[in-house]
């Protein structure tokens, strides 16, 4: 059976040295398919930086996306979309809803919504026009204080239930995302797993694809 989770980068919560990162963003380009970039500048209990901070970073990132075509997505803040040119906003439960960053937006950027563990809130965000529904988290995870834990049968409804993509979120390592895989979600979005693997980010790449060809 052809399994094809895809990655979905969240960017480190800090980005202390951009030009350091930058590189290391290049060399996770570099090893494998990766899909979208999301630049989520925010620390675990969910304090974010100064928007200039998001917008220099932005500024350095951007171009490399691109350049790859990967989609270069902007966490909570659909106006920082708009004055950066990014490809779509992630918004959660609590920012802006589904409908008004598709009002700011428009109908050709990527607008994705979180919704934790429940079938309710991913078909009222498709309804609401969501490109992506997030569901998570999988697994504890040390990057964002959570409240909820998503189950594998959620993703399989979802996959069986309705044709618009699922992100799975929360922990998921190499070691651990085959059962995601197998249950059908269309993204794996992995920050730490990724930014802080022993062998560097290209490594970890490599180890995702591996894992996600022999789900
Ligand atoms: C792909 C993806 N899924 C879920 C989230 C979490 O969004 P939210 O609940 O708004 O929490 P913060 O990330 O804003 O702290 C996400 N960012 N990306
Ligand atoms: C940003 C985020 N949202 C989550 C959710 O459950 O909605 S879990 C999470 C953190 C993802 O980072 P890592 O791959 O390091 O666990
Ligand atoms: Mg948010």
Known sequence: MHLDSRLYLI??????DLAAFAEAF???LGAGDVA?????LKSADGSAVPDDDVLYAAEAL???????EVAF???DRPDLVLKTGADGVHVGQSDASCKKARAILGDD?????????????????GEEGADYVAFGAFFPTKTKETKFKAE?????WWSYATTLPSVAIGGITPENCRPIVRAGADFLAVSSAVWDHPEGP??????????ISEA
Do not use: W, Y
């Open 11 to 16: 960017s480190p919560p800090q980005v202390p």
């Open 26 to 28: 290049k060399a996770a």
């Open 36 to 40: 979208s970039l999301q630049l989520r």
């Open 62 to 68: 951007m171009p490399i996306a691109q350049k790859n």
């Open 73 to 75: 997505i902007i966490n």
């Open 109 to 125: 950027a990527t607008v994705g919504v979180t919704c934790h563990d429940s079938k309710h809130l991913a078909l009222v965000a």
């Open 152 to 156: 594998t049968s959620l993703l399989e």
């Open 202 to 211: 290209a490594a970890a790449i490599k180890a995702f694809e591996k894992s």
